[in-house]
């Protein structure tokens, strides 16, 4: 294993257990999926990672070097352990959350017997073969589907089946005992979004007896939540009209008349709400550039300012955006709905999507509920 010197000022985030080491970190060169030791300034060893290539050189993958097989082979089972917190209704979620799970850049989503493998760094690539090998008999999945669409890594759209048959183009997944179609070849992220798992159940049960207006919906999973609730009308909104298509089929394959219900395949910026009792706001990350944090502030106040005119008992919002800490989107969020609400509720990442102690920068997941104040 090449053994590398880090620059003074890393050895310390790295001790603390920061996953990532920059390029101008580390001083050696090695290619994309090496593995590589990290050494102090006396040449004593801080940690061991895999080469990558681009701004970070090194995911860090622990304390004690192992070869990349062997660690994949410890690292794999322990992630897929945590299915048990998951809960038993459920077919569809996070097997394996990257740096929060000691596998920086890695990204493995089970759907079903499906499993969707993403790779968010080059380092990984020569080493699909070991991690189909051990996901394999770990899971007894039919299927290894690998989805492209990360401009660092692959650049490019669709995927690969890596083993077993094609995954069908769309298949029904269950989450919390509620069915949902699933795309892994063309939908977002690797098919669903499934870090709202537990917030789609929040809404199931804040939803009873309400009219719900759900923006930037997707396929309607906080929509058929609200519905299987027992919302009096879900109205769901979505700028891509396929996204709202899967939504209608999302509520017949659970047993709810689409008709009851109401789909917009529109911007939701600018959605003309009637006055409803629980909206559900979910946009897409407002931004990634650090300097764009005051526009997405301002982004995330005028959406509020907005729903807050319609929404007249609750607000379910979210934020994707990791540039954007809880408090500070919060504010964002509290400035444009007014003074007349109170938080009831606030949470984050759910525990198929781990999060490193080391690598705060990690977690990106902010969800809040707010009611009005006085029922005003
Ligand atoms: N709440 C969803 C995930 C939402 S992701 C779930 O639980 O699955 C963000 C969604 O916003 C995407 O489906 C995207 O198509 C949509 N979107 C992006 N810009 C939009 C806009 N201006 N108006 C409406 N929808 C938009």
């Known amino acids: 294993m090449k053994k590398f010197p880090l620059t003074a000022d890393t050895v310390g985030p790295v001790a603390r257990g920061h996953p990532w080491v920059y390029h101008d970190g580390v001083r050696g060169k090695a290619e994309p999926g090496d593995a590589v030791e990290l050494l102090d300034g006396r040449g004593k060893r801080v940690a061991w990672g895999v080469w990558d290539e681009g701004t970070i050189a090194v995911r860090v993958l622990g304390r004690d ?80 589907f690998r989805r492209f669409g990360v401009g660092r890594v692959d650049d490019k759209q669709g995927g690969q089946t890596l083993r077993g048959p094609d995954p069908a183009e769309v298949f029904p997944v269950v989450e919390n005992g509620m069915k949902l179609l699933v795309r892994v070849r063309d939908g977002q992220k690797t098919g669903l979004f499934l870090d709202q798992r537990e917030h789609r159940k929040l809404i199931r049960g ?23 609730g027992g919302a009096k009308r879900v109205t769901s909104v979505d700028v891509a009209a396929g996204a709202i298509e899967d939504a209608r089929e999302n509520f017949r394959i659970n047993g709810l008349d689409p008709s ?62 990791a540039r954007l800490s809880f408090e500070r989107w919060e504010e964002a969020v509290r400035e444009g709905l007014g003074g007349a609400w109170a938080g009831l509720h606030r949470s984050a990442e759910p525990c198929d999507h781990p999060v490193a102690v080391g690598h705060p920068e990690g977690r990106y997941l902010k969800f809040a509920l707010y009611g009005r104040l006085g029922g005003s």
């Not at 352990?81 to 989503?109: F, M, P």
């Not at 550039?289 to 807050?308: E, F, I, M």
């Open 65 to 144: 070097p192992l070869p990349i097989p062997q660690h994949l082979a410890r690292a794999l089972p322990a992630a897929a352990r945590r299915r048990q917190l998951v809960g038993g209704e459920t077919n569809a979620y996070r097997l394996c959350n990257g740096e929060g799970d000691g596998l920086g850049g890695l990204v493995v989503d089970r759907y079903d017997d499906v499993l969707v493998v993403r790779l968010y760094s080059k380092a990984w690539e020569r080493h699909l073969g070991t991690i189909c090998d051990v996901l394999m008999p770990l899971t007894g999945c039919r299927t290894i």
């Open 206 to 228: 804040w939803a009873a007896g309400r009219t719900v207006v759900n923006l930037f919906s997707y396929n309607g999973g906080f929509s058929v939540a609200a519905a299987l």
């Open 260 to 321: 009851a219900h109401a789909f917009h395949a529109e911007d939701a910026f600018a959605f003309a709400g009637e006055p409803s009792d629980l909206v559900v706001v979910d946009p897409p990350s407002l931004t990634h550039a650090a300097k764009a944090d005051q526009a997405a502030r301002g982004a995330y106040k005028a959406l509020h300012r907005h729903v807050g005119t319609y929404a007249t008992d609750l607000v379910a919002s979210s934020s994707c955006t």
